[in-house]
């Protein structure tokens, strides 16, 4: 199992189309590269107004693959604050969290699109998902 440091990243990008977050993280000898998309950022935003209140499950959220960073300021020394072309500004997200989504990329993102199928919903804001039933 590959090994994350839970220090803040070493390099900190946008790319030109706002849509993906760059993370460098140094470790011995090496450094660990990471792409992570503004719509993955959105879907798993820390904020407490994505929780269930009564689980503190993530919230489902659909219709956002086309969402943007708009801006990203630093925290202190221990979190970035993502604002999203959405609206959505209110969750800081610590470096400790960075790494998470950084470490489990693949496991989320199909947890994600496994609860978008099963709510019958679409990444895609304007997309709908029909279900034919014959009788």
Avoid at 81 to 110: P, R, V
Wanted: proline fraction near 4%; charged fraction near 25%; glycine fraction near 6%.
């Amino acid at each position: 199992m590959m090994k994350f440091p839970t220090k803040i990243p070493e390099k900190i990008s946008l790319n030109k189309e706002k849509n993906c977050l760059f993370l460098e993280f140094a470790t011995k000898g090496d450094s660990l590269k990471f792409k992570l998309s503004a719509e993955y950022l959105r879907v798993y935003s820390p904020s407490a107004a994505m929780r269930d209140p009564s689980t503190g499950e993530q919230k489902l959220l659909a219709g956002k693959k086309w969402v943007l960073i708009a801006d990203i300021k630093h925290c202190g020394n221990y979190a970035l604050k993502i604002i999203f072309n959405d609206g959505h500004s209110s969750g800081l997200y610590t470096w400790q969290y960075l790494c998470e989504l950084c470490h489990n990329k693949e496991k989320y993102w199909q947890t994600y699109l496994d609860r978008l199928h099963q709510a019958g919903a679409c990444r895609a804001p304007d997309e709908q998902i029909i279900k034919f039933i014959s009788h």
